[in-house]
């Protein structure tokens, strides 16, 4: 389902149905329209470039989620929204680099969206956890694993891929690699 | 090994809906008999759905920094970092409140605008009303004139009475015009029932106001005043009180301010909620902290406990027009009163020192 889009700003509905469809032009013009919105506000507020694309990419995953939850209400403006998620988090940033956050200057108006990022604050944790397991796994089976679960390769593809004389060695090998990223991400 | 290994697979292909449903059927079986399968299902789900979001928030963030690199970043930062000039940085920042101000101060010229157009005609009208007033007025004179005349026939002495205040240690009484206007001689008796003669010393028809000058050598230095002039507003509701001489004793009357605006929306007067009689005229009125808030002038005649009082701006612009050297320890003005703090009995009991009865012949 592809919606051709004329303006550079796509509407609230286009954005969600989107989203929820995977359309990647979807999130392209979404993203394209909305940044120069955050980065005048880091800007504005002891931040610089690469800070506004950490904020605002974390401000729509934020957003992603919540439409792909399916909780996610047309009451607001999506921008009113994103701009009020991306204050919040790096208004936490601020604080947390005990940088000064007093004097706010604002651009738009703002929601009440603390128990979002709290969420997604959680999410973020779980997604770091993932990455560190994944990264102190070594190889092969960090690629073995991502194949599988990432890149949806069958066990075919992969013993292939990795040059086992049978799926069943490859079989043998996921399982351990599996055991012990397990074992890595559900350690507290 | 090679049991966990199958097991392992069927709760993937269970948890991702690929097994048939009599596998279905089984699995469920051997999963509700053994604890130990029921956990690694309940864990593996877990897992995956952590792999599963893991992996989504990884394509976004592939799909994002495409995006991002779509973007010319410098140009858009050119456009919206903080501009080097405070106005330009201060209009960026509050661009919807500054218009918001803007709208709301032409709707407001607008309004005015109107108002004055429509008010032209309304001032016609009011014209009128006030020429209607005046012939009642002039009506209401002849009245009293006969009536006076009726009085002098009898040979008792026309005799007004009123109130005043000290407003310097040597004998300056200020009360209201009105009270000794036309008078042919004029005395001041004190709480103790002594009368001095005084003076006309300055008027001010306008404002309502007079100061006398007690001109009598038996006539003793008062000393410092205890009240000061208050020199801001009167907020409404503000509690206050009057003391005076509606009768020859001296009499406390109690209340408050009710309109920041006298008779008819007159500006130079405050409504007062208090009850006063003839003879209260001219008397202080003071806030709970001993300060002079106005001069009772006046009252609704037709409405009970409405009094109107000359705002204390007035009192202070009547003594600042007499030449200050003629005024020794005249009364302070906008400086703490030393009533402040006291109970209000302690304060009419000092402050009845400094009010008299006025009476004109």
């Not at chain 1, 929820?20 to 013009?29: C, M, R, T, Y």
């Not at chain 2, 008792?156 to 008078?183: C, D, E, M, R, W």
Request: charged fraction near 25%.
């Amino acid at each position: 389902m592809s919606i051709k889009l004329s303006s550079s700003v796509p509407t609230d509905r286009e954005v969600v149905l989107g989203i929820l469809n995977n359309s990647e032009e979807a999130l392209n013009k979404l993203y394209a329209g909305y940044f120069p919105m955050v980065l005048q506000f880091i800007l504005n507020n002891n931040g610089d470039e690469d800070d506004a694309k950490d904020v605002y990419q974390e401000a729509i995953i934020v957003l992603y989620n919540k439409i792909k939850n399916g909780n996610f209400e047309l009451s607001s403006k999506l921008k009113t929204y994103l701009y009020s998620v991306s204050r919040r988090i790096w208004l936490k940033k601020l604080t947390q680099q005990r940088k000064k956050t007093n004097n706010i200057a604002d651009f738009e108006d703002v929601l009440a969206i603390d128990e979002d990022v709290e969420q997604h604050e959680q999410k973020d944790m779980q997604f770091d956890k993932m990455k560190v397991a994944l990264e102190s796994l070594g190889e092969p089976c960090k690629t073995i694993i991502q194949d599988f679960y990432i890149h949806n390769l069958s066990m075919q593809d992969i013993c292939e891929k990795f040059g086992y004389t049978n799926t069943d060695n490859a079989k043998t090998q996921k399982y351990k690699c599996l055991q012990r990223l397990k074992k890595l991400f559900f350690q507290p | 090994m090679r049991n966990e290994i199958e097991l392992e697979s069927i709760i993937e292909d269970y948890l991702n809906g690929k097994l048939t449903p009599e596998e279905r059927m089984a699995f469920e079986q051997l999963r509700s008999n053994d604890p130990i399968v029921d956990h690694k299902v309940v864990a593996h789900k877990v897992f995956l759905d952590s792999m599963k979001q893991y992996a989504n928030i990884l394509l976004l963030k592939e799909q994002m920094d495409a995006a991002h690199d779509q973007i010319d970043v410098a140009a858009i930062s050119e456009k919206v970092k903080p501009h080097p000039s405070r106005v330009v940085r201060i209009w960026r920042n509050n661009r919807s409140a500054i218009a918001v101000a803007a709208s709301f101060l032409i709707l407001a010229a607008v309004t005015l605008l109107s108002y004055y157009a429509q008010r032209e005609q309304q001032g016609n009208i009011k014209l009128l009303d006030r020429r209607i007033d005046r012939l009642d007025k002039s009506q209401g004179d002849i009245i009293r004139v006969i009536t006076s005349d009726a009085k002098h026939t009898n040979r008792t002495p026309a005799k007004f009475g009123g109130t005043g205040f000290a407003v310097s240690s040597n004998g300056f009484i200020l009360t209201n015009y009105h009270v000794i206007k036309g008078a042919d001689s004029i005395y001041i008796q004190n709480n103790k029932g002594v009368s001095f003669k005084a003076r006309k010393f300055y008027v001010d028809p306008i404002n309502d106001i007079a100061v006398l000058k007690v001109n009598d050598n038996s006539f003793r230095n008062l000393g410092i005043l205890p009240y000061s002039i208050k020199k801001s507003g009167t907020a409404i509701g503000e509690m206050v009180y009057t003391i005076g001489y509606p009768k020859d004793d001296i009499v406390l009357g109690n209340g408050y301010v009710s309109s920041k605006t006298g008779m008819n929306g007159d500006s130079l007067a405050y409504q007062v909620a208090i009850s006063v009689n003839p003879g209260n005229s001219g008397g202080p009125l003071l806030d709970n902290k001993g300060n002079i808030v106005g001069v009772i002038n006046g009252k609704e005649e037709k409405t009970e406990n409405v009094a109107f009082a000359v705002k204390s701006k007035y009192i202070m612009e009547a003594l600042n027009s007499i030449p200050q050297d003629s005024l020794s320890n005249r009364v302070a003005y906008g400086k703490r009163s030393t009533l402040q703090g006291l109970e209000r009995n302690r304060q009419v009991t000092k402050v009845q020192d400094y009010v008299f009865m006025i009476k004109v012949y």
